[in-house]
C-alpha cells in the first residue's frame, strides 16, 4: 500500500457537501419508494389484492427500470449531473404520484402501484451509478473513496428505512394465514396506513425535486484535481475498452454476481422468512439492521481506503469471505431439519445483519476499483455497466422467483454461492491504480 501523500493543489469548495447531501438524499428516497411493497407484503395483500407474483413483480421493476441504463450514462457524460439528477427526480416524482391517486377500482389501482415502480426504477442508473462520477468532479482525492461511499450507500439506506416504516405504520393482517377471512374493518384500516406511507413518500420525493431544481450544479467552477480535469474517452470507445478488457469483467463479475442475488433476496425478505414463522415486523428489524451496518462499516471502509492507498482487493477479500461465511450459516439454519441447527430470532438477526453488513459495505470499494482499473473511462459509464450487469443478474433470480415462490431453499443457496464465486474472482485479480497515479505522481 502507498504511504499517505499531500493532496495536489486543486480547489475545492464547501458546497460540496452540499451537492452530495442533495444526491445521497434522492437516493435515499428511491431505494425507499422501491422497497415499500416487500416488508408489508402480507398487508398488501389483504388491503389491495395483491398475489405473491405481484410482490415479486413490484420488486422486480427496480432491474426492470434498468433497461434505458445506456441512455442514462450518454446523457450524464455529455450534459453533466444537473440534468441527468433533475430528470430522475422528477421521475421519481411522477412515479410517486402515480401509487397516490386515489382510485376505487382495485384493478386499475394496482396498474397505478406497478406504474409508479417502473418510474421510480428508472431512476435507479443515476443514484446506483453517479457517486463516482460526483466524488471525481467535486471531491479531492484524499475524499474520494468517502464521497463515493456516502453517495452509493445512502441509496440502500432507503431500503433499511423502508424495513423500519412500513412494518412499524402499516399493521400485520390478523391471521395471515387466512387473508379472505379478515373482517373489512381491518382491511380498510390497512389500506389506509398504507395509503398514509404512500403520500409521505411522494411528499418527501418532491421536497427533494424542489431543492435540486433551486440548486444543483453540473460542476465547481475549478476542478478539485487532475484526474477531474483530464480528458476522458468517448462514449463509444469507453465501451470498447470496457469490454475488451479482461481485468474488469472480472471484478465486474464479482460485484454484479453476489449483489444482484442479495439485492433480490432481501427486497423479498418477509417472503422468504414468513414460512419459517418469522413475524412481519422481525423480517422488517432483521432487514433495516443489516442495510444499516452495512451502510456504517462500508463509510468506515472507505475512509479507511482514503488513508491508506492501495488496499482496495485486501479489503474487498476480507469482506467477500465474511459475506460467504454468513450466508452459508443463514442456509444452514434455514434448513434446521436437515442440519439441526438452532433456528431462533437471535441467529437468523446475527447471520442477516453480518449478511448485510459484509456485502452493502463492499459497494463503494468495488466502485472505486473500478474506476481506478479502467481509466480514462468515464466513472458514470464504469459503474452503469456493472450496476446494469447486477440488476440483470437481480432480474433474472427475481423472474424465476415469480414461478418458483412456494419454497425458497434454492433461493438461499444462491447466497452462498454467489459469494464464493466472487471471493475466487477477487482472488484471481491483479489490481491497478492508474487515476491515484495521475493524482500523486504525474501531478506532482
Same mark, same amino acid.
Request: proline share 6%; charged share 10%.
Given at each position: 500500500?502507498? =504511504?499517505?501523500?499531500?493532496?495536489?493543489?486543486?480547489?475545492?469548495?464547501?458546497?460540496?457537501?452540499?451537492?452530495?447531501?442533495?444526491?445521497?438524499?434522492?437516493?435515499? =428516497?428511491?431505494?425507499?419508494?422501491?422497497?415499500?411493497?416487500?416488508?408489508?407484503?402480507?398487508?398488501?395483500?389483504?388491503?389491495? !389484492?395483491?398475489?405473491? @407474483?405481484?410482490?415479486?413483480?413490484?420488486?422486480? @421493476? /427496480?432491474?426492470? !427500470?434498468?433497461?434505458?441504463?445506456?441512455?442514462?450514462?450518454?446523457?450524464? #457524460?455529455?450534459?453533466?449531473?444537473?440534468?441527468?439528477?433533475?430528470?430522475?427526480?422528477?421521475?421519481?416524482?411522477?412515479?410517486?404520484?402515480?401509487?397516490?391517486?386515489?382510485?376505487?377500482?382495485?384493478?386499475? $389501482?394496482?396498474?397505478?402501484?406497478? /406504474?409508479?415502480?417502473?418510474?421510480?426504477?428508472?431512476?435507479?442508473?443515476?443514484?446506483?451509478?453517479?457517486?463516482?462520477?460526483?466524488?471525481?468532479?467535486?471531491?479531492?482525492?484524499?475524499?474520494?473513496?468517502?464521497?463515493?461511499?456516502?453517495?452509493?450507500?445512502?441509496?440502500?439506506? !432507503?431500503?433499511?428505512? =423502508?424495513?423500519?416504516?412500513?412494518?412499524?405504520?402499516?399493521?400485520?393482517?390478523? !391471521?395471515?394465514?387466512?387473508?379472505?377471512?379478515?373482517?373489512?374493518?381491518?382491511? *380498510?384500516?390497512?389500506? #389506509?396506513?398504507? *395509503?398514509?406511507?404512500? +403520500?409521505?413518500?411522494?411528499?418527501?420525493?418532491?421536497?427533494?425535486?424542489? =431543492?435540486?431544481?433551486? +440548486?444543483?450544479?453540473?460542476?465547481?467552477?475549478?476542478?478539485?484535481?487532475?484526474?477531474?480535469?483530464?480528458?476522458?474517452?468517448?462514449? $463509444?470507445?469507453?465501451?470498447?475498452?470496457?469490454?475488451?478488457?479482461?481485468?474488469?469483467?472480472?471484478?465486474?463479475?464479482?460485484?454484479?454476481?453476489?449483489?444482484?442475488?442479495?439485492?433480490? @433476496?432481501?427486497?423479498?425478505?418477509?417472503?422468504?422468512?414468513?414460512?419459517?414463522?418469522?413475524?412481519?415486523?422481525? %423480517?422488517?428489524?432483521?432487514?433495516?439492521?443489516?442495510?444499516?451496518?452495512?451502510?456504517?462499516?462500508?463509510?468506515?471502509?472507505?475512509?479507511?481506503?482514503?488513508?491508506?492507498?492501495?488496499? &482496495?482487493?485486501?479489503?474487498?477479500?476480507?469482506?467477500?469471505?465474511?459475506?460467504?461465511? %454468513?450466508?452459508?450459516?443463514?442456509?444452514?439454519?434455514?434448513?434446521?431439519?436437515?442440519?439441526?441447527?438452532?433456528?431462533?430470532?437471535?441467529?437468523?438477526?446475527?447471520?442477516?445483519? &453480518?449478511?448485510?453488513?459484509?456485502?452493502?459495505?463492499?459497494?463503494?470499494?468495488?466502485?472505486?476499483?473500478?474506476?481506478?482499473?479502467?481509466?480514462?473511462?468515464?466513472?458514470?459509464?464504469?459503474? /452503469?455497466?456493472?450496476?446494469?450487469?447486477?440488476?440483470?443478474?437481480?432480474?433474472?433470480?427475481?423472474?424465476?422467483?415469480?414461478?418458483?415462490?412456494? *419454497?425458497?431453499?434454492?433461493?438461499?443457496?444462491?447466497?452462498?454461492?454467489?459469494?464464493?464465486?466472487?471471493?475466487?474472482?477477487?482472488?484471481?485479480?491483479?489490481?491497478? +491504480?492508474?487515476?491515484?497515479?495521475?493524482?500523486?505522481?504525474?501531478?506532482?
Amino acid at each position: 500500500p502507498a =504511504a499517505r501523500l499531500p493532496p495536489l493543489s486543486g480547489r475545492v469548495y464547501g458546497r460540496r457537501w452540499l451537492v452530495l447531501l442533495l444526491f445521497s438524499l434522492l437516493g435515499f =428516497a428511491q431505494g425507499l419508494v422501491w422497497n415499500t411493497w416487500g416488508p408489508i407484503q402480507n398487508s398488501a395483500r389483504l388491503a389491495f !389484492g395483491f398475489s405473491g @407474483w405481484d410482490i415479486a413483480l413490484l420488486v422486480f @421493476w /427496480g432491474p426492470i !427500470g434498468f433497461a434505458p441504463c445506456f441512455f442514462f450514462m450518454w446523457l450524464m #457524460d455529455k450534459k453533466g449531473l444537473r440534468v441527468t439528477v433533475l430528470l430522475t427526480s422528477s421521475l421519481m416524482v411522477l412515479g410517486a404520484g402515480l401509487r397516490c391517486v386515489p382510485v376505487s377500482d382495485l384493478d386499475i $389501482r394496482k396498474k397505478l402501484i406497478h /406504474g409508479g415502480q417502473l418510474l421510480n426504477g428508472l431512476a435507479g442508473p443515476t443514484v446506483m451509478n453517479a457517486a463516482p462520477f460526483l466524488s471525481t468532479t467535486w471531491f479531492s482525492p484524499d475524499e474520494r473513496a468517502t464521497a463515493t461511499a456516502i453517495a452509493s450507500l445512502l441509496n440502500y439506506l !432507503g431500503c433499511a428505512g =423502508a424495513f423500519l416504516v412500513g412494518p412499524l405504520v402499516v399493521p400485520s393482517p390478523n !391471521g395471515t394465514a387466512h387473508l379472505l377471512l379478515a373482517p373489512q374493518s381491518n382491511t *380498510e384500516h390497512i389500506k #389506509d396506513r398504507i *395509503e398514509a406511507v404512500l +403520500y409521505a413518500e411522494f411528499g418527501m420525493v418532491s421536497l427533494i425535486f424542489s =431543492a435540486a431544481l433551486a +440548486y444543483f450544479p453540473s460542476r465547481p467552477p475549478f476542478p478539485p484535481s487532475v484526474a477531474a480535469a483530464s480528458q476522458r474517452l468517448s462514449y $463509444r470507445r469507453s465501451f470498447c475498452r470496457l469490454l475488451s478488457n479482461f481485468r474488469f469483467l472480472m471484478i465486474a463479475l464479482a460485484y454484479a454476481i453476489p449483489l444482484g442475488v442479495f439485492s433480490g @433476496w432481501s427486497g423479498v425478505l418477509d417472503l422468504i422468512l414468513t414460512p419459517i414463522h418469522v413475524s412481519q415486523v422481525d %423480517a422488517g428489524w432483521i432487514g433495516f439492521w443489516s442495510i444499516v451496518g452495512g451502510c456504517v462499516v462500508g463509510i468506515a471502509m472507505a475512509r479507511f481506503a482514503d488513508f491508506i492507498r492501495g488496499m &482496495l482487493k485486501f479489503i474487498l477479500l476480507l469482506l467477500l469471505s465474511g459475506a460467504t461465511l %454468513a450466508s452459508t450459516w443463514f442456509t444452514l439454519t434455514c434448513l434446521t431439519s436437515v442440519t439441526h441447527l438452532p433456528l431462533t430470532t437471535a441467529t437468523l438477526y446475527t447471520s442477516c445483519i &453480518l449478511l448485510g453488513i459484509f456485502l452493502n459495505s463492499s459497494v463503494p470499494i468495488f466502485f472505486e476499483l473500478f474506476v481506478e482499473t479502467v481509466y480514462p473511462v468515464p466513472e458514470g459509464i464504469t459503474c /452503469g455497466v456493472v450496476t446494469f450487469l447486477s440488476n440483470v443478474f437481480m432480474g433474472v433470480l427475481l423472474f424465476f422467483l415469480t414461478f418458483y415462490h412456494t *419454497e425458497f431453499s434454492w433461493f438461499n443457496w444462491c447466497l452462498p454461492g454467489s459469494c464464493l464465486l466472487s471471493l475466487l474472482l477477487i482472488l484471481c485479480f491483479r489490481e491497478s +491504480y492508474d487515476r491515484l497515479y495521475l493524482d500523486v505522481v504525474v501531478s506532482v
